[in-house]
Every structure is written in C-alpha cells, then in structure tokens.
C-alpha cells in the first residue's frame, strides 16, 4: 500500500485528496439557528453552481472532521459562500458557528452534485423548491448568468418554521438587482416565493401543501406544472424531497441526473 511504501522508504506521506486550509473572510449571523460565511477560494477549486462539497475544522486529534455542505456562491465568484445550521450539540457546526474572519477552514478538493443546470433537459421555466438551509444551493444558481440564459422564468420558493429563517434568501434575492453581472438579467424573469409554516406570514403552509392545492400557482399567476415547460430542483429535509418529488411524478416530470438529464433534480441539504 500507499502507506507501506511511504514509511518503508521515509518519504513524505502527501495525499492528493487532502483538504486544504482556507481563510475565513466574513460571518454573518441570521438567527440563534443559522449563520453564513465566506472563505478564500483557491484558484485551483473549479466546480458547477449548485454542487456541494466537504467543509469543516481540525479535530482535537488533528485529523479533519468534514460534513457536506452546498457552496452558495455562483461558480464565477472569486469567494465561496457556505450557509449553514448550527446545532448545539453538533460534532462541526457548534465550533464551525464561531469561526471569526482569519481563522481557518478545510475545504475537500472535489465538489460534485446533481442539482445542477446540466441535468436538466432544456425548459421555459426552472423552480428550484426548498427548505430550511436547502436555500444554500440556489443561492448560488440564482447568482449564475447560466441561469437566465437558459430559462425564461426562474422561480425560488423558500419555506421555513419561522420568518426570520427567511432573512437569507430575502436579502440575497432582495440585492441581486443590484449586482454587476446578473443584475439586469434577473428583472422581470426571477421570483422568490416565500411561505411559513409556524408562524404567520404572507403565504402560509409547506410547499407540497401550496403545490397540491395549486395555491402556489395561482399566487404567481402561472399554470400548473408541464413536462413541457417546466423544470424542477429540490433541496430540503429527506421527508421534503420525498413529497416534493411525488408532486413532481404526479404532474408527469421525471427525475434526471448528470448522466442522464430530465425533467427534476434532488439533493438532500446537508446538516451538521
Ligand atoms: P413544518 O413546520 O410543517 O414541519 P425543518 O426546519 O424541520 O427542516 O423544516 C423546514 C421547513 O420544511 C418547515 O417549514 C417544515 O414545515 C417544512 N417541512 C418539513 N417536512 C416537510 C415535508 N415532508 N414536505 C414539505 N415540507 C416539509
């Protein structure tokens, strides 16, 4: 083996696969459950808006102690954006939430993932549904021209427990009008739909509920989902994946995925 051979011959031991030590740049905390960061982006790192990849801190013993996360930076910028969760009791994101500009994080060499524009077949209108941190991958699609010269319409929908757990996606969407590059491309063809379900809010309930009864389309004042049209992404809890993509078969999309493009795609948001 590798490992074999190293310590008979004493050379240095350097895995390719290893994680390298970026910068934290900024932290931004949104409620006592959810946070954001910016770390440097090593010009090395190439990936698809939408992919994950692995990101996390040194532990006591020295090893990496890494979970996945979806970068919710677009594939041009020059910075990559996490959103995350913090957990309590959670081995990474109880230290991870208190990371300060110039401390250190790891971050895996190979990002990869399905909720991307390349397993999707071509379509008028892409909705990208999710949920809690599953926001964290369209925060990075919506920011990606690729996205608008592929589709007419781009909708984002945003369920959370609570309002202020929507602050994230709200204030992204809210200033992208104003960013240099996608900012003329998203008038007019970009709609954030938010809804709550545990506290009351301009749309009320969870986003299978708005799909079922065709609330959601009536708000927006589209029509129904249509394979012909319509294309699909997917980003929540494992149980809001399930019942989304029903909703989806029900109207007649299929799955896809990277080798096999079609009409919806799903990832499970990772948690700490
Ligand atoms: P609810 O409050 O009715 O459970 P969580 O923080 O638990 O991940 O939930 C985030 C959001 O996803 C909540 O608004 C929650 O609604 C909603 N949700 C949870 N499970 C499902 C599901 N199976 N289908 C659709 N939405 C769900």
Known sequence: SADAT?????AARVNPNAPTEETVLS??????RLFRFRITRP????????????????????????????????????????????????????RLCHIQPGDKVLLGKKPTGTLVLDALLPGKRLYMFSTGTGFAPFASLVRDPETYERYDEVIVTHTCREVAELTYSHNLVADLINDPLVGEMVEGKLRLYTSCTREPHEHQGRITDLIGSGKLFEDLGVTPLDPTT???????????????????????????????????????????
């Open 27 to 32: 932290v931004e905390h949104y409620t006592d």
């Open 6 to 10: 190293g310590a008979a011959t004493g």
């Open 43 to 94: 010009r090395s790192f190439r990936f698809r808006s939408g992919e994950f990849v692995m990101i996390g801190l040194p532990k006591e013993d020295g090893r990496p102690l890494l979970r996945a996360y979806s970068i919710a930076s677009p594939a041009w910028d020059e910075e990559l954006e996490f959103y995350s969760i913090k957990v309590p009791d959670g081995p990474l994101t109880s």
């Open 230 to 272: 319509d294309r699909g992404m997917i980003c929540g809890s494992m149980e809001m994946i399930q019942d989304t993509k029903a909703r989806m078969i029900k109207a007649g999309l299929t799955e896809g995925s990277n080798a096999a493009p079609a009409e919806f795609v799903i990832e499970k948001a990772f948690a700490g």
